[in-house]
């Protein structure tokens, strides 16, 4: 089954990394002869990192990021290789490499490594291609870190097609994780509540975000962690879109909130700057004309998703009562 088709009804495919396709073969990931058989069949391809970035191959004025089974020995010793899933066109896996891919020889000097973060950024990839990649970087950061059982201190091995590890000495199974987050635009009327840290660029700010803690509802985490930046109160909650977010493995949950009061008390630990925003303003900082300089977040982020659906009078509505 593809899963190219449901995408256009969902907000979150317009997200970065929003869009993936792959069908993820979860029924099939312990069956050694069908993925031994789907490693060698025509169509397949790997994506392939070193560390937590990708290496591409350039083709004139475009970035492939796919390599043929055949090719993966030569760009350098592989830790790791995982079932991603299929799409119409094949099987696709992830390799990680545990050395650097080679610098010389035939067609190296065609090789880049570029993060992924600048890769969805200047559109170098197609969206389904960009999905992908984040399904890849963070199930490889995921083994790259958990080599050993949490559980008895053992090393782990790989099961399930890179969906799973076991480890032999307690027998214990460890799975991929994926961190909530959520992140959410506060709203009273026409004002919406935006933050900036430090690490921001220059005049950017943001919807306010935090993970979800074990125990916690998404309503529980956006009123908490508003509550803790900024003092708002926060009455009702609205989801709105979710976006993978691979830095290095995240759920984003993005989400409205009904604020219920109006004083902002900054945490300096977490924010350098936060205030209200009329609706004016925010649509003055997507059209670069904001008085004071101000910018929207990167497109690329949930956030930038958020605050245009409040310039343009599209978030909930929240009834009075």
Wanted: proline residues 6%; aromatic residues 8%; contains cysteine.
């Amino acid at each position: 089954m593809f899963l190219h088709a449901p995408h256009s009804l969902d907000a979150s495919a317009l997200t970065g990394y929003g869009v993936n396709g792959l069908d993820r073969l979860a029924a099939r990931r312990d069956d050694a002869p069908f993925v031994a058989d789907l490693a060698t069949a025509a169509g397949t391809r790997h994506l392939v990192f070193h560390g937590d970035i990708p290496l591409l191959r350039k083709r004139g004025e475009t970035h492939d990021p796919f390599f043929q089974p055949a090719e993966i020995a030569g760009l350098g010793a592989v830790r790791e290789t995982v079932l991603l899933g299929r799409d119409e066109d094949g099987a696709m896996f992830g390799s990680l490499l545990e050395a650097p891919a080679a610098e010389s020889g035939e067609g190296a000097q065609d090789m880049i490594s570029m993060d992924l973060r600048s890769i969805a950024a200047q559109g170098l990839l197609p969206a389904p291609t960009l999905g992908a990649m984040a399904e890849c970087k963070s199930l490889l950061y995921w083994h790259a870190r958990h080599r050993f059982c949490s559980n008895c201190g053992a090393p782990t091995r790989l099961a399930a097609s890179g969906w799973r590890r076991e480890c032999d000495a307690c027998e214990a199974q460890h799975f991929p994780r994926t961190d909530p987050v959520a992140i959410m635009l506060i709203v009273d009327g026409d004002s919406c509540l935006l933050g900036r840290q430090a690490r921001f660029p220059a005049g950017m700010y943001s919807a306010l975000a935090g993970f979800v803690e074990p125990g916690e509802t998404i309503e529980h985490a956006v009123r908490r962690e508003i509550s803790e930046e900024s003092a708002i109160v926060v009455g009702r909650v609205a989801y709105h879109a979710s976006q993978p977010w691979p830095f290095p493995a995240s759920l984003m949950i993005g989400c409205f909130g009904e604020a219920l009061s109006r004083e902002v008390v900054i945490d300096r630990t977490e924010l350098e700057d936060a205030r209200w925003f009329s609706r004016a303003e925010a649509q003055a900082m997507f059209e670069g004309r904001h008085e004071g300089g101000l910018l929207a977040p990167s497109r690329l982020a949930i956030a930038w998703h958020l605050l245009r659906a409040f310039a343009e009078g599209r978030e909930p509505r929240f009834p009075a009562g």
